[in-house]
């Protein structure tokens, strides 16, 4: 089955760090990938959609100069929180389809942020 | 303004019944589900789905209903194991080949032995 991979899984820093979070589909390529943001019994929040070779398209409320989406290629996007605080603490998941599948989106493992 | 809602946030059900998680849904754009099943610090996992053009679709143990005119849908599982407990989130979208999901807030089952 498709699988993505989500790296690292967990991350410690200080705040003012930048984090660079890798998403790659294993077994299949994917040229649209999505960034999901979830606090604490809350949902799965749509940050942003990555295109690859094009520009992220991000949701309402969401800061593109903070949230830096790159898709270099068509089985890896890379999500950078720059200059992080405690505030963007948070479980950031990543999901790609197989290009040119209908069906269900798979998702990676996902990122848990803390700053300090 | 929530377009995909879970108003369970917990379930509890003894092993060997029937589980049964309910979502409503307020767009009427929405024409694909999907059930997906998470475990702590793990990210979500596929289980079933349904397009519009039917009212149920079953898998083993997994069957999810769609009563289009409710807006309403329900996933069944049955019977409940153990290994079922974790945080249920219904998810929808508008045709299947779209890529955009709008989830719910999940449901955490618990299957007590």
């Known amino acids: ?116 | 303004d929530q377009q995909v809602k879970q108003n369970s946030p917990s379930l509890s059900v003894q092993e060997g019944r029937i589980s049964i998680l309910n979502c409503d849904y307020t767009n009427s754009m929405f024409d694909y589900f999907l059930w997906y099943k998470k475990y702590p610090a793990e990210g979500p996992t596929f289980l079933i789905s349904i397009s519009s053009i039917k009212d149920k679709n079953e898998d083993g143990r997994f069957t999810v209903f769609l009563n289009k005119s409710a807006k309403h849908l329900s996933l069944h599982i049955v019977p409940s194991q153990p290994g079922d407990s974790a945080v249920y989130f219904c998810a929808a979208t508008s045709g299947a080949g779209s890529y955009q999901l709008t989830f719910g807030k999940g449901t955490k089952l618990s299957v007590i032995p």
């Open chain 1, 1 to 116: 089955g498709a699988v993505v991979s989500q790296h690292p899984s967990w991350v410690i820093c200080k705040s003012g760090t930048s984090v660079k979070i890798e998403c790659r589909s294993l077994d299949f390529q994917a040229t649209t990938m999505f960034w999901y943001r979830q606090f604490p019994k809350q949902s799965l929040m749509l940050m942003a959609t990555s295109n690859e070779g094009s520009k992220a398209t991000y949701e309402q409320g969401v800061e593109k100069d903070k949230f830096l989406i790159n898709h270099a290629s068509l089985t890896l996007s890379t999500l950078t929180v720059t200059s992080a605080h405690p505030e963007d603490s948070s479980f950031y998941i990543c999901s790609a389809r197989p290009q040119g599948v209908v069906g269900p989106q798979h998702f990676g493992d996902g990122t848990r942020l803390s700053i300090l």
